[in-house]
């Protein structure tokens, strides 16, 4: 299967500022990548769909302009959280799809807005 | 669009019993179920999928079923032990589209 990193595991960032974290394929080239954000005992929301070379496509809900996403490569996908606020504090877990449509997932970015 | 229900949302067994998560979902179109584990403050881990074309496989201690009849899709993990703690994830997928259930959190008592 695909290994996926993420960078960083964790991060504090202050009120205002802006934050990026990057997810990797390391072993597979990949065209779609996803992300998802998780609230504590809750499941995955999936955020928007990462598609290399075009623009993400977003889920209903989730602002475009305050999660920027970047596919630049097939290997690299990155969400920047602008304008951090303490409400955006979560758990991002970003995923890639691997050969036969199967979904292989980062460690997760712990986010803190303080 | 697609449903996926998980059940039960809390599951606690003895060490050594087998455990059993099942999930049901709603579009027939649905040909790929996979099973994720996720251990505290990780990323979901895929464990065991299966595909439409396919009832049943097993992997050492997990298995997974699929009834596409019923639309149910079932994860059972025999001879429990304590690291099978983690909260498990169904998820249900047409082509990239992907449907989560709402997680198991299981515990292993030693």
């Known amino acids: 299967g695909a290994v996926v990193s993420q960078h960083p595991s964790r991060v504090i960032c202050k009120s205002g500022t802006s934050v990026k974290i990057e997810c990797r394929s390391l072993?597979?080239?990949?065209?779609?990548m996803f992300w998802y954000r998780q609230f504590p005992k809750q499941s995955l929301m999936l955020m928007a769909t990462s598609n290399e070379g075009s623009k993400a496509t977003y889920e209903q809900g989730v602002e475009k302009d305050k999660f920027l996403i970047n596919h630049a490569s097939l290997t690299l996908s990155t969400l920047t959280v602008t304008s951090a606020h303490p409400e955006d504090s979560s758990f991002y877990i970003c995923?890639?799809?691997?050969?036969?449509?199967?979904?292989?997932f980062g460690e997760g970015s712990w986010l803190t807005v303080v | 669009g697609e449903n996926v229900e998980q059940h039960p949302s809390t599951l606690s067994v003895q060490e050594g019993d087998s455990a059993v998560i099942k999930c049901t979902y709603s579009d027939s179109a649905s040909n790929y179920f996979p099973w994720y584990k996720q251990e505290l403050g990780k990323g979901p881990q895929l464990i065991i999928d299966?595909?439409?074309?396919?009832g049943e496989k097993k992997d050492q201690r997990i298995a997974v079923t699929l009834n596409k009849t019923a639309k149910h899709f079932s994860l059972h993990i025999t001879e429990t032990q304590p690291e099978d703690s983690a909260v498990y994830f169904c998820?249900?997928?047409?082509?990239?589209?992907?449907?989560f259930g709402t997680g198991t959190s299981l515990t292993v008592i030693p």
């Open positions: 998820a249900a997928s047409y082509g990239n589209q992907f449907y």
């Open positions: 072993d597979f080239q990949a065209t779609t």
């Open positions: 299966i595909r439409s074309n396919v």
């Open positions: 995923s890639v799809e691997g050969e036969g449509n199967t979904i292989y």
